[in-house]
């Protein structure tokens, strides 16, 4: 999986994080919105959301209409809204308007992407609606703490012979973000899926008055949760001293005006469950799902759209209140999630680029002979070797790095080198990071990363050395700019191991576009 960017490696001995920053310089076909970005850095509350109600859940228009509804919900509680699919095989962590309408219009025909399918998704190129499972990992790994959605997945009827339960419930083990739902979809078994999130060790709760979980359609299901908050406050206060990789539901019962239909809906559900049964669609895997909450619209003549719109649009209500009161939390200690840090430094966002370096990152390694005069042909020497971050961009990165860091917490320089899939490479991803620098400006390269070899005589004089630049050299202008443009820095400092006509490029793109260049 290195190849599209999920493999991932301790940034220190003692702690392993996901870094959506690794991810990138490895290749990682992962977009984050400019808006998301920008949100995540500035600690502003990000609620997500998935897609797969886009592509599998809603005919057109409607799931276009319901995907602006909920983004526009989201915004009105003052949370960010990260609408999270594939396009083109390419992960986007908040969408554009022109994607959404896309997704919707199913005109490329979207896939249904859960955990097993995002690889051969994007291998393939595909589009794809996210969802729950796949939805969560791709907010845990951009550090989102909080995700709206209709209804989780789970065990389904006849699943203890079947062994059919979702891969969103193994997910929330493995990702620590708050779920927020109107519980499981009323077409599974709610008892055994409850019983099942026990033993995984999710905590669950019900957002409401009483500690009984909401059947989907209906407010009631007889089965009850372990706890309940009332509150979004309190609901943040748990997610913010939640302290493992785990996640946390909670259930939101449908909007009491929706009730009165819930009973009817209800009867639906059970004669749609009947008939796949019958008919084999309850073998069908995850095409059940959606063949069965449309048959459950057929019998009940679109009662059950309206129902399941007002669901959905009230946990993005909810969901948005607690992403604000949990990014007011967190000005407070909270238990240290160990898989996310927060948005820092080292995190998978950052703040806009205001000072550019472009240019050469090299690991140095450095001999010092002991005794040169007795130096002898194709023998050894008694030393020392040392290794060490160099490279002239490298080197002027760190240095503003430490100037800006220091001056202010508002402005950020960005290094832009490129870098091979090999061990210095990853020897200077990590070390780079440790410095606390940004290393989302990284540009793979199938070529080896830079290493300058030096070796000094007894007295520290440079006696010579190779240098093994190509990598740098073959950086092309065509490369850069889109980076430039990307993040539209107020000023770009080259440095010379770059090729004449490559500086050229990019210092006319500067010229052109009233960048400050030095």
């Known amino acids: 999986m290195r190849r599209l960017g999920f493999s991932f490696r301790p940034l220190s001995r003692t702690v392993r994080h996901f870094s959506l920053n690794v991810a990138r310089t490895r290749g990682a076909v992962i977009d984050v ?48 809204p990260a609408t999270i699919g594939l396009i083109d095989g390419r992960v986007k962590i908040g969408l554009d308007k022109k994607d959404i309408e896309r997704l919707a219009s199913k005109e490329k025909g979207p896939a249904k992407i859960s955990r097993r399918d995002i690889a051969a998704a994007i291998a393939l190129k595909s589009d794809g609606g996210t969802t729950c499972s796949a939805t969560l ?99 943040a206060e748990i997610l913010c001293e939640l302290g493992m990789n785990n996640g946390i539901v909670f259930a939101v019962p449908i909007p009491e005006q929706f009730e009165e239909s819930g009973a009817h809906i209800q009867r639906a559900v059970d004669q ?46 909810i969901g948005g209140k607690i992403a604000v009161e949990y990014q007011r939390l967190t000005n407070r200690p909270c238990i240290a999630t160990p898989s996310i840090p927060k948005a820092t430094a080292n995190n998978s966002v950052f703040l806009p680029a205001s000072l550019m370096i472009i240019g050469s990152s090299a690991v140095d390694i450095t001999t010092h002979a002991l005794r040169t ?27 503003s790095h430490r100037i800006l860091s220091a001056r202010s917490s ?3 320089s960005m290094l832009v080198s490129p870098i091979g899939d090999d061990a210095t490479g990853r020897l200077l991803t990590e070390e780079t990071m440790q410095f606390g620098m940004r290393v989302d400006g990284f540009i793979p390269s199938k070529r080896r990363t830079a290493v300058c070899n030096m070796f000094l005589d007894d007295e520290g004089d440079l006696m010579g050395g190779v240098a093994d630049m190509d990598i740098t050299a073959a950086l092309e202008a065509d490369t850069v700019i889109p980076i430039i443009d990307k993040h539209k820095p107020r000023l770009i400092a080259l440095d010379g191991n770059l090729s004449p006509e490559n500086i050229k490029g990019i210092i006319g793109h500067c010229i052109k576009n009233n960048i400050q260049g030095s």
């Open 33 to 80: 919105h400019p808006e998301v970005e920008e949100a995540l850095a500035s600690n502003k509350p990000v609620v997500a959301l998935e897609t797969a109600l886009i592509t599998h859940g809603f005919p057109h228009p409607a799931n276009v209409e319901l995907a602006f509804s909920l983004e526009n919900i989201v915004r009105a509680q003052g949370s960010i």
């Open 137 to 235: 990992i791709f907010a845990a790994l951009a550090g989102i703490k909080v995700f709206a959605t209709g209804g989780l997945g789970g065990v389904h009827r006849g699943g203890e012979n079947s062994m059919d339960v979702s891969a969103d419930l193994g997910e929330l083990t493995r990702c620590p973000v708050a779920l927020v739902s109107a519980g499981v979809k009323s077409i599974l078994d709610i008892p055994r899926t409850l019983e099942y999130l026990e033993t995984l060790g999710v905590p669950v709760l019900t957002y409401g008055a009483t500690r009984e979980f909401p059947a989907f359609f209906s407010r009631h299901s007889g089965v009850n949760a372990p706890w309940n908050v009332t509150d979004p406050v309190k609901a």
């Open 272 to 317: 749609a469950v009947a008939e796949s049964e019958q008919n084999g669609v309850s073998k069908l895997g995850k095409e059940a799902t959606p063949w069965l909450l449309s048959r459950v619209g057929e019998l009940t003549r679109g009662t059950s759209r309206a129902s399941n719109i007002a669901l959905i649009e009230n946990t993005a209500l």
């Open 373 to 399: 005069k007795n130096l002898m042909t194709y023998s050894t020497s008694p030393g020392t070797i040392s290794l060490s971050l160099g490279g002239v961009a490298r080197n002027v990165a760190e240095a």
């Open 410 to 412: 508002h402005i950020s």
